[in-house]
């Protein structure tokens, strides 16, 4: 039979898991990761008919997660004009609505006829996708996401072509045939880092 002194000793050494233990049971589970939405061209943040909704359709479905749409202007028209042409060299924009059959926003097109007017004359698709030098900041951060999740709408008739929603694009020098990413000069040279977080497991291609 074990002494006074030894259980004692066993309460003692007990003591501190049992209080643990029931320090654990108290612990509320983990918060779910805040989610930042930055809406497309001519959207809102707080639009209650497309990203407002967005955000309230999360935020059910996630109790306690802090959802931050971006806000880009001070009113609906300000966030439409200043999400279709932030990078303007003017303080003005001139946009004819319902043109956009013919028109594009020149920043947002890659030509794959005019390979070198694209490369040197885009002021933000062709510094984002590296291609007049590499920022390594930008490949840095790329990276740094644990997954990198890319959505095609297979029925978009805004992005041309619908296959760049996954970083796909023509082949060089026509408008017709698409190539996929893993065939792009993006991924083989992994000017973004690409390519290492596609053999890592980390890109995620969706279509919907």
Same mark, same amino acid.
């Given at each position: 039979?074990?002494?006074?002194?030894?259980?004692?000793?066993?309460?003692?050494?007990?003591?501190?898991?049992?209080?643990?233990? =029931?320090? #654990?049971?108290?612990?509320?589970?983990?918060?779910?990761?805040?989610?930042?939405?930055?809406?497309?061209?001519?959207?809102?943040?707080?639009?209650?008919?497309?990203?407002?909704?967005?955000?309230?359709?999360?935020?059910?479905?996630?109790?306690?997660?802090?959802?931050?749409?971006?806000?880009?202007?001070?009113?609906?028209?300000?966030?439409?004009?200043?999400?279709?042409?932030?990078?303007?060299?003017?303080?003005?924009?001139?946009?004819?609505?319902?043109?956009?059959?013919?028109?594009?926003?020149?920043?947002?097109?890659?030509?794959?006829?005019?390979?070198?007017?694209? =490369?040197?004359?885009?002021?933000? #698709?062709?510094?984002?996708?590296?291609?007049?030098?590499?920022?390594?900041?930008?490949?840095?951060?790329?990276?740094?996401?644990?997954?990198?999740?890319?959505?095609?709408?297979?029925?978009?008739?805004?992005?041309?072509?619908?296959?760049?929603?996954?970083?796909?694009?023509? =082949?060089?020098?026509?408008?017709?045939?698409?190539?996929?990413?893993?065939?792009?000069?993006?991924?083989?040279?992994? =000017?973004?880092?690409?390519?290492?977080?596609?053999?890592?497991?980390?890109?995620?291609?969706?279509?919907?």
């Amino acid at each position: 039979m074990a002494s006074p002194g030894c259980l004692w000793l066993l309460a003692v050494a007990l003591l501190p898991w049992t209080c643990a233990s =029931r320090a #654990l049971q108290h612990l509320d589970p983990p918060a779910p990761l805040p989610l930042v939405i930055w809406h497309g061209m001519g959207d809102s943040c707080c639009n209650p008919l497309s990203m407002g909704a967005i955000k309230k359709m999360v935020e059910k479905k996630i109790p306690g997660i802090y959802v931050l749409s971006l806000e880009i202007g001070k009113t609906l028209m300000e966030e439409g004009s200043g999400s279709e042409m932030p990078f303007t060299s003017h303080d003005q924009s001139d946009l004819g609505w319902g043109t956009t059959s013919s028109l594009v926003q020149a920043e947002y097109w890659h030509d794959p006829i005019k390979e070198d007017v694209y =490369r040197n004359h885009s002021i933000f #698709l062709a510094d984002i996708n590296q291609e007049r030098g590499i920022n390594e900041s930008y490949k840095k951060n790329l990276m740094a996401l644990k997954k990198f999740v890319m959505v095609k709408f297979l029925n978009d008739s805004i992005v041309d072509p619908v296959d760049s929603e996954w970083f796909g694009f023509y =082949r060089s020098g026509q408008a017709k045939e698409t190539i996929p990413l893993q065939e792009t000069s993006l991924y083989t040279q992994d =000017r973004l880092g690409l390519k290492e977080m596609d053999n890592a497991g980390q890109l995620v291609f969706l279509a919907t």
